[in-house]
């Protein structure tokens, strides 16, 4: 039946029950009103965080039959038991979700969106998996018909497992990441993105210039920055595919535009890392390069950093920029094992990225798995196995919504169920597959759920998302 016939035979029914029944008819006509218009509580076990748990003893609040309240700006109200919240707010619209987990909406730290067609790539190392299917795929999105295709598709991923925030490298070619926020506005999605900047050592056709990355990013900031939801990340690729002149237009880029992002990769493969210090001979290491050009304060976010020494770390904690640990592109370029432990040690802020597609899955719950194999892995292969710890789930979680917000600096809108928070979540499912019912029946504590969840789930356990209050 269409659309149109279904809303006329619906109107007639309600008309009809007017008539007959006035008492139902006037309260559904309140729900239908309040389901579009009023605050929304929504019933199901709820967990949120409101520390890290590696630093603070009570780090989250869960409510085993809890609330989210949101209210009709799409902002979060409040969150606790359903018993107090339901009885101070008794005209709301319930919606039941007992049986599953309202977490807070999944943030990815660092993806590539124009990569969704090219997950899953064999054989390749980083600079070689660059240049053998990166670079010719990236070719394609100076045609933004096709990058809105490409953007359609991945904005759909990204819902589909839950994540409704995302730190997003396009191309080189601005229409690419106009095609992108474009596409997150039909959404009211947050997205943090940028246009690449590249203007050597990669094929001609992908090469713009110190002087065109400057223009073409600044009219990207200009157009799009806290536009809606939308903020503007300045985006080097690495250090290799940059000259000195173009990082020094990258500085002076947030110079001019203290609140935008910066946003690139660091300390990924060991060859990369020798070949960034031929490129930079004077410079003290991978991260000194981009500490000389300016790039690392608040809101810097570089990829990866699984090579980073101790006293690149102690820089990234004292700048206040932050790392996006990539669990799945790790493990699959072979790039090696991020030290979360050091990273914690020194206070370095830190977010879960998927970096699709070198990273392969959309899903945070299966990042989250692997960065518990990568943190296993770690423990194997390091000097001092007796100081390292496995990784809890409630970490991960942590990781993957308020950690990440903290890594964006977004603390104060996204991550957590805070009040005035944009009601951002995801509706999990626990019992969403045969084995994740069979396993999770026998999981007795939180961190027992989550880790099943995590080891065991995907988009499948996915039940909803929601951005902004709205269904999706
Ligand atoms: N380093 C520079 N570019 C890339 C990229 O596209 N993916 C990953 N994983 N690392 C990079
Ligand atoms: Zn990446």
């Not at 016939?5 to 029914?13: E, K, P, V």
């Not at 998996?129 to 795929?137: K, M």
Request: charged share 20%.
């Amino acid at each position: 039946m269409s659309k149109a016939r279904l809303l006329c035979l619906t109107a007639a029914i309600a008309a009809a029950m007017a008539t007959t029944f006035p008492a139902q008819a006037k309260k559904q006509q309140q729900q239908q009103q309040q389901t579009t218009y009023g605050t929304v509580a929504y019933r199901a076990s709820v967990l949120h965080f409101t520390g890290d748990p590696a630093v603070t003893q009570q780090p989250y609040e869960y409510y085993e039959d809890g609330v989210l309240l949101v209210g009709s700006d799409g902002k979060v109200k409040t969150v606790g038991p359903a018993s107090t919240v339901l009885a101070a707010n008794q005209n709301v619209q319930v919606v039941d979700y007992r049986g599953r987990l309202i977490v807070p909406g999944f943030i990815d730290s660092h993806v590539h969106y124009p990569q969704t067609e090219m997950i899953g790539s064999f054989g390749e190392q980083l600079l070689e998996w660059l240049n053998t299917y990166t670079f010719p795929t990236e070719k394609q999105f100076g045609n933004k018909d096709y990058a809105r295709g490409v953007a359609r598709t991945f904005i759909g991923e990204l819902v589909k497992n839950g994540t409704t925030t995302a730190l997003v490298m396009g191309t080189v070619h601005p229409e690419s990441v106009d095609a992108l926020f474009e596409e997150a506005a039909t959404r009211n999605m947050r997205i943090i993105a940028g246009k690449v900047m590249m203007d050597r050592n990669a094929p001609d056709y992908l090469l713009d210039t110190p002087e065109t990355s400057y223009a073409d990013s600044k009219a990207l900031i200009q157009r799009w920055h806290k536009r809606g939801r939308a903020l503007y990340a300045v985006t080097p690729r690495f250090a290799p595919t940059s000259t000195p002149e173009q990082l020094t237009m990258a500085g002076k880029l947030l110079q001019e535009y203290p609140d935008v992002y910066m946003h690139t990769h660091i300390s990924e493969n060991k060859s990369e890392i020798a070949w960034v210090q031929e490129l930079f001979p004077a410079s003290a290491g991978y991260l000194d390069v981009y500490n000389s050009f300016g790039l690392s304060r608040k809101r810097s976010v570089y990829a990866h950093g699984v090579h980073l020494r101790e006293d690149e770390f102690a820089s990234l904690a004292s700048t206040g920029a932050a790392i996006a640990f990539c669990p799945t592109s790790n493990l699959f370029l072979g790039s090696g094992l991020f030290d979360l432990q050091q990273a914690e040690k020194h206070g370095v802020k830190v977010g879960m990225g998927t970096d699709v597609g070198a990273g392969t899955s959309f899903s945070a719950l299966r990042t989250m798995g692997e960065a518990y194999k990568v943190i296993q892995l770690h423990k194997a292969f390091t000097d001092t196995p007796a100081d390292k710890k496995p990784l809890t789930a409630l970490k991960s979680f942590y990781l993957s919504t308020l950690g990440a917000a903290r890594a964006l600096d977004l603390e104060d809108k996204i991550g957590s169920f805070k009040a005035g928070n944009e009601a951002d979540f995801v509706v999990l499912n626990p019992n969403a597959t045969e084995l994740l019912k069979f396993r999770s029946a026998k999981a007795t504590s939180l961190e027992e759920k989550l880790f099943v969840l995590q080891t065991l789930g995907d988009d499948r356990a996915v039940e909803r998302t929601y951005i902004m209050g709205k269904r999706q």
